[in-house]
């Protein structure tokens, strides 16, 4: 399930707070498998939070064969679970590029416009609307801005850099990282109008 899952994200594989292999690692978490004839189609993991009581939805991943409301079954499933057992705290984790968290303090100028541009044009590189609404329907008592904690009066392209560093991981710089996206993207986008013109050509 999670090769095939990794390989139709348009981003190459990101880590740190949203790192994908997690099953080498399993420890104290909590896993949930959806199966079709005894054939897994997808599974959840939850780490635990200790200082908030709760958990963590680390991953929710669909196969190829899982059916429509997979996902949504395997939460509902980890939810009662974790209610069951006398948690308090669940958290569906980072929605990237969300506005529906209330802004902790206002973000220079600059960052505004970037932030705008990758709300628009992202969905090249990853589909966040549609991440940020299944989140979203669950209708979540509320929601929290990540925040980036740096010793500098204001955010500088510096520090960008070294949270892009934390996202890419220790084999391959930040720059690497963003150009094989990009790569990826033009490729998407190759084959979208490769697909137009057969199709205005009736082929």
């Not at 669940?90 to 968290?101: C, H, I, N, Q």
Request: net charge neutral; proline share 8%; charged share 20%.
């Amino acid at each position: 399930c999670l090769g095939e899952w990794l390989a139709d994200r348009g981003l190459p594989t990101l880590h740190f707070l949203v790192e994908p292999d997690t099953l080498g690692a399993l420890d104290d978490r909590h896993v949930f498998v959806a199966a079709r004839t005894e054939e897994p189609v997808g599974f959840l993991v939850l780490t635990p939070v200790p200082a908030r009581g709760g958990w963590l939805v680390e991953q929710i991943i669909r196969g190829h064969d899982a059916p429509n409301g997979t996902a949504s079954l395997l939460l509902n499933a980890a939810m009662r679970d974790a209610a069951e057992s006398g948690s308090t705290y669940l958290t569906l984790g980072l929605s990237p590029l969300s506005t529906r968290a209330p802004a902790s303090s206002p973000n220079p100028a600059w960052l505004r416009a970037s932030l705008r541009w990758m709300r628009a044009h992202g969905r090249r590189f990853y589909n966040f609307r549609g991440l940020d609404a299944f989140k979203a329907k669950f209708v979540p008592d509320r929601w929290d801005p990540i925040t980036a904690i740096s010793t500098e009066p204001r955010p500088s392209l510096g520090t960008l850099y070294a949270i892009a560093d934390a996202f890419s991981g220790p084999a391959e710089s930040p720059v690497h990282f963003i150009g094989r996206g990009l790569g990826n993207a033009a490729l998407d986008e190759l084959k979208n109008l490769k697909r137009w013109v057969s199709f205005g050509n009736g082929t």
